[in-house]
């Protein structure tokens, strides 16, 4: 008879398999739960498949039901009106009025609002499609090379996970039990301080390399009033969300539903005074396409529970931690290597699949190396608390989760930048990627260097 362990690793590399053939993750991991705990019952006398199997009437009614992940399909709604009701475009088009006059000034307007437009939208696939396909053509035609002009989109896409709201901040959160109100407010900080150093990464290159981006033009003024002028009302709106919840001034679940209708209202606003917003049409294509990205999320994390308790009965999380434990690494090389697989991950695996099926193999084994449930932050390993640890932990493996969106063999970010145009190819994306990847390690070891800059906001606002 094989041992529990063994078959939770068989189970995980079935599921990984899975994954790799494309079939849908929740379908993955049910299935890998179901089969998993099957072969357990049969092997360990004290596992039954039956009790296992009852669970399911209520646990699927747990995961809907669940106050905490209501605010799922709220953040999903509000990035989907607030496409519909051009409001990316809006951002864009008034960001480039600011900044064109500065050579580069039009990438950076693009990552820029790559961070604007990921804080509604809360998912970095979507944040490089939408933001792609109104950025790219324009950034072209003004004579950017194809390199600097992909690369900015693709590296601004991974800005949706982590600027909040977001909906990965939501699940690592509902998974390691911390407050989501709490992540938010923790994600502030790095998240700025990637679109600065996007910006200045733009502005290194084009003063290194003129001829990636043109000599900046003129904008008749009148068009530029007008951009402005529309941008103000977006900035309010996106400004409000974002620093109302940062500030701890409402909790997730209002400030979803305040977004969605003030991005209605002026969307529906919008239409009747310019005939260019948001309409009915619009508005029931937005909430069709909720309740199917939704519907998957919720199946997403159904099958993220089944799998949990295959491999909570299989002793493999428990394994880990012992493992880990006993190695005699230090805890920061723990923590790294860690980092390196979420990182590895990321070039083939979507981020929300990767954060429900790893951190509940990593969040326990980094709470043992820190001294276990009851550590204070004298004692232990990395020289805070366990909620701190969790906050910290969160904000690090989200931003590495995304550096997988941009690595190479496989980005899928840079897949979806070279979808919108077939002239630019996977390599000129890449090439154009690399030097916003550099600085997105830098920025991870200046944050695992100086946990206050993730600690300092939730700390003080007390979430």
């Not at 679109?195 to 502005?203: E, L, P, Q, R, S």
Request: proline share 6%; aromatic share 10%; hydrophobic share 60%.
């Amino acid at each position: 008879m094989l041992d529990p362990e063994i078959i939770g690793l068989i189970g995980l590399a079935v599921l990984f398999g899975l994954l790799a053939l494309r079939m849908p993750v929740g379908l993955a991991m049910i299935f890998v739960g179901i089969g998993g705990t099957w072969a357990l019952s049969l092997a360990v006398s004290h596992v039954r498949f039956v009790p296992y199997l009852r669970q399911f009437k209520s646990l699927l009614w747990e995961n809907v039901a669940s106050y905490e992940l209501s605010v799922l399909p709220l953040f999903i709604l509000m990035g989907f009106i607030a496409s519909e009701a051009r409001l990316s475009q809006d951002l864009f088009k008034g960001l480039e009025a600011l900044l064109a006059r500065r050579r580069g000034g039009v990438a950076m307007a693009a990552v820029t609002a790559c961070g604007g437009f990921g804080a509604v939208c809360g998912s970095s696939l979507a944040t490089a499609a939408t933001m792609g396909r109104v950025a790219l053509p324009e950034l072209l035609r003004l004579g950017y090379a194809p390199s600097l002009a992909s690369g900015a989109l693709a590296a601004g896409g991974t800005l949706g996970i982590l600027i909040p709201p977001s909906v990965a901040l939501v699940i690592y959160a509902v998974i390691v039990e911390g407050s989501i109100l709490q992540m938010f407010q923790a994600a502030l900080i790095p998240g700025l301080m990637a679109v600065a150093t996007f910006t200045i990464v733009i502005a290194v290159m084009v003063r290194a390399r003129p001829d990636l981006a043109p000599e900046p033009g003129p904008m008749p003024a009148d068009e530029r009033r007008a951009a402005i002028r529309r941008l103000v009302p977006v900035i309010v709106i996106f400004g409000a969300i974002i620093l109302g919840l940062g500030l701890g001034l409402f909790t997730p679940t209002p400030a979803a539903s305040i977004g969605v209708f003030l991005i209605m209202v002026y969307g529906f606003a919008l239409k009747w005074i310019t005939g260019e917003g948001l309409s009915f049409a619009g508005l029931i294509d937005a909430i069709r396409q909720t309740a199917v990205t939704a519907g998957m999320i919720y199946l997403i994390l159904f099958g993220a529970e089944v799998l949990k308790g295959f491999f909570t009965r299989s002793g493999l999380p428990a394994t880990l931690s012992d493992w880990a434990m006993a190695s005699g690494f230090d805890p920061f090389v723990v923590l790294i290597i860690m980092l390196a697989i979420f990182m590895l991950l990321g070039c083939f695996m979507e981020s929300l699949a990767m954060i429900l099926v790893v951190v509940p193999f990593f969040w326990p084994t980094l709470v043992a190396l820190n001294g276990g449930d009851y550590v204070t932050a004298e004692t232990a390993a990395y020289g805070m608390d366990n909620e701190s640890l969790k906050i910290w932990f969160g904000i690090l493996a989200l931003i590495v989760v995304e550096l997988g969106l941009i690595t190479p063999p496989v980005g899928l970010n840079v897949f979806i930048i070279s979808s919108l145009n077939r002239d630019i190819g996977m390599g000129t994306v890449f090439k154009g990627v690399t030097p916003f990847l550099g600085a997105e390690l830098v920025r991870v070891g200046i944050l695992l260097a100086l946990p206050a800059l993730t600690l300092t906001l939730p700390r003080l606002l007390g979430g």
